[in-house]
Structure formats: structure tokens, C-alpha cells
């Protein structure tokens, strides 16, 4: 069945960085998009960044230069390396499988892992 998995949350100081890793089985990933999206505590779930079968990135404007959004389809996983990371970045990080588009809307996704949780604070 499919499945994705993420990885590589934890806690880190302002300033410092991290590499998400999203997993994937069950399916061919080169046919699909690949987004990571976010829930903060209290707030709703918003999209991150998203990298679609064409290898094009999309990204949420307060990521812009901070993140960035990779893929390898033979090994089947999709990374987001985040530096400069800031308090606000603080969330549980998802990675889900479908398309993507601008905006980074969530109803465009099939599949979604179950989250890692990043906290940025000192």
C-alpha cells in the first residue's frame, strides 16, 4: 500500500538547520508530486514547499531562501533541507503525494505520512 514516512525532526537552536526526509513506498514517485506541508501548535496546516513530477519547486513565501525541496525518485525519497531556521518554523512537518500547484493548496494530495515534529528554539 502507499505509504510515506518522514524523518530527521528534532530540536534545533535559531540559526540552525535540518533535513527532512519523506520516504516513500507502494507507489512509482517520479508520477507525483511531493509536498511538505506544516501544522503549528493552535494553528491550521499550511503548505511548505511541493516539487512535482517535472522536478519544478514551489515554495510558501516566509521559506523562500531558507528551504529547499529535493528529490531522488530511484531511491524513492524526497528531502527538504531548512537552514536558517526560525521559532516560528516550530511544527509538525508532513510530507504528502499528489500534485501541486501554486499557493500549495492540501486538496490536491493523496497520500500524507504522519509528521515529524521540528521545534526551533534556544
Known amino acids: 500500500q502507499v505509504q510515506l514516512v518522514e524523518s530527521g525532526g528534532g530540536l534545533v537552536q535559531p540559526g540552525g538547520s535540518l533535513r527532512l526526509s519523506c520516504a516513500a513506498s507502494?507507489?512509482?514517485?517520479?508520477?507525483?508530486?511531493i509536498g511538505w506541508f506544516r501544522q503549528a501548535p493552535g494553528k491550521g496546516r499550511e503548505g511548505v514547499s511541493c516539487i512535482d513530477s517535472y522536478n519544478y519547486e514551489y515554495y510558501t513565501d516566509s521559506v523562500k531562501g531558507r528551504f529547499a525541496i529535493s528529490r531522488n525518485n530511484a531511491e524513492n525519497m524526497v528531502y527538504l533541507q531548512m537552514d536558517s531556521l526560525e521559532p516560528e518554523d516550530t511544527a509538525v512537518y508532513f510530507c504528502a503525494a499528489g500534485g501541486c500547484s501554486a499557493g500549495l493548496p492540501d486538496y490536491g494530495m493523496e497520500s500524507w505520512g504522519k509528521g515529524t515534529l521540528v521545534t526551533v528554539s534556544s
Open positions: 507502494g507507489f512509482t514517485l517520479d508520477h507525483y508530486g
